[in-house]
Every structure is written in structure tokens, then in C-alpha cells.
């Protein structure tokens, strides 16, 4: 089946460590995503990429790192520079300016 | 700022209640709107859309939403709630000017009671 795979479903960090975040998908959708979900604040973008080798900074991209070396996988890495990085990320990918996106299952880190 | 607003944070309805949940937008030009809906436990998923054409769009599981483009407006509407229906929704915008992502606002949590 196609879809998006985020992995893994929980992650639990010590402050000043960096992580990664796995995002895959088999779609063959050339643009991916990444969002951040805080209760009450909706889905904030952090970093996307139309195309492999290219990305862009999002609304809140300060504190995180991505790559974009195949198309299939979007990696996100949250550094010790980001403030408040308990939260729950959902990575998504689209057809290039469509909208219409399919979304990962997310992963919820907890930074302790 | 431009931005997508959503008028309601947390809407509680008893079931067969009808249902309008707002949504504004403040970007010019063309743009295509969406509504996507994250069930409890489930993937956000899409759940109408809106590119051109008839302004009312119907979506899955009854809902319908319709495009007032001199109200910069596009609400979500049901006209007889179920339980199922209990979750989060999320209105998103995303401008044609080309190589810009989909812009979500903050969400409305439904909680429709039995």
C-alpha cells in the first residue's frame, strides 16, 4: 500500500541532544513536508521540499535541520538550538502545488 | 500577517445538532482551499476541496463547504452531526502563486455528544 512512514511513534530525548526524525514515503509525491502540532496552535509549517536536493525554510524552521537526498525520504533533525522541541511532528507530502496532501501517522517527542 | 483564522476553538454539539464551523482567509488572488480532519488516534486526512468551479464542494461523510470569495470565507458545514464526527478540523489555504505549501489554521476541536 502506499502511504507515508514516520518513525518512530514515540521518542523520548535528553535536553542538549540532537535527533532524528524519519519521514518515507513510497507515493512518488515530489513534495514533502514537515509540520509541528501544539494543542491550540494548529499545524505550523517547519521546513518543505519540492524537489530532491532543494528545501525551504518554513514558518518555524529555527532550531531544525532537514536533507532532501532521495525523493522517498525527508529527514528531520531537532537540535539542541530548539527552544521547546516537546511536540508532536507529522510529516506529509503532495503532488507539487496541489494541496491535497497525504499525512504520516507523526511522531511525539518528548525532550526531558 | 496573512493567515488562515478559524472562528471556533472548541465547538460541543449533541448529536443530529447541525453543524458550521467558520474558517477566513486573508491572501488575494487565487487560491484553493481545503478542509482536512484528524479522527481521534487516525492520520489528518483530507476531507473536501475546493479548486474552481461551484463554490458549494461536498466532501466525504456528508459535509459540504462553500466558497464566498468576497468574504475571503470558506466554512464547513453538516447539517446533522453523528458521534463519529468527533474530532479535530483544520481549514488550509494554499495560494497559486506557485512553490508555496499549504497554510493550516489552528484547528477546531467537535465534540458531539449522545
Known amino acids: 500500500d502506499g502511504g507515508i512512514t514516520q518513525s518512530p511513534k514515540y521518542l523520548f530525548r535528553k535536553e542538549g541532544q540532537n535527533v532524528t526524525l524519519s519521514c518515507e514515503q513510497n507515493l512518488n509525491h515530489d513534495a514533502m513536508y514537515w509540520y509541528r502540532q501544539d494543542p491550540g496552535q494548529g499545524l505550523r509549517l517547519i521546513y518543505y521540499?519540492?524537489?530532491?536536493?532543494?528545501?525551504q525554510k518554513g514558518d518555524i524552521a529555527e532550531g531544525y535541520s532537514v536533507s532532501r537526498e532521495k525523493k522517498e525520504s525527508f529527514p528531520l533533525t531537532v537540535t539542541s538550538a530548539q527552544k521547546n522541541p516537546t511536540a508532536f511532528y507529522l510529516c506529509?507530502?503532495?503532488?507539487?502545488?496541489?494541496?491535497?496532501?497525504?499525512f504520516g501517522s507523526g511522531t511525539r517527542l518528548t525532550v526531558v | 500577517a496573512q493567515s488562515v483564522s478559524q472562528h471556533n476553538h472548541h465547538v460541543i454539539l449533541s448529536e443530529a445538532a447541525s453543524l458550521e464551523l467558520g474558517c477566513n482567509y486573508s491572501?488575494?488572488?487565487?487560491?484553493?482551499l481545503f478542509w482536512y480532519v484528524q479522527y481521534p488516534g487516525q492520520h489528518l486526512q483530507l476531507l473536501l476541496k475546493?479548486?474552481?468551479?461551484?463554490?458549494l464542494v461536498k466532501g466525504i461523510k456528508g459535509f459540504e463547504a462553500e466558497f464566498i470569495k468576497s468574504k475571503f470565507s470558506f466554512n464547513l458545514r453538516k447539517p446533522s452531526v453523528q458521534w463519529s464526527d468527533t474530532a479535530e478540523y483544520f481549514c488550509?489555504?494554499?495560494?497559486?502563486?506557485?512553490?508555496?505549501?499549504?497554510?493550516f489554521g489552528k484547528g477546531t476541536r467537535l465534540s458531539v455528544i449522545a
Open positions: 506529509a507530502s503532495s503532488l507539487r502545488d496541489t494541496g491535497v496532501c497525504t
Open positions: 488550509a489555504v494554499l495560494r497559486n502563486s506557485g512553490n508555496t505549501p499549504l497554510v
Open positions: 475546493y479548486f474552481s468551479g461551484d463554490p
Open positions: 521540499s519540492q524537489i530532491v536536493n532543494d528545501f
Open positions: 491572501y488575494g488572488g487565487t487560491v484553493n
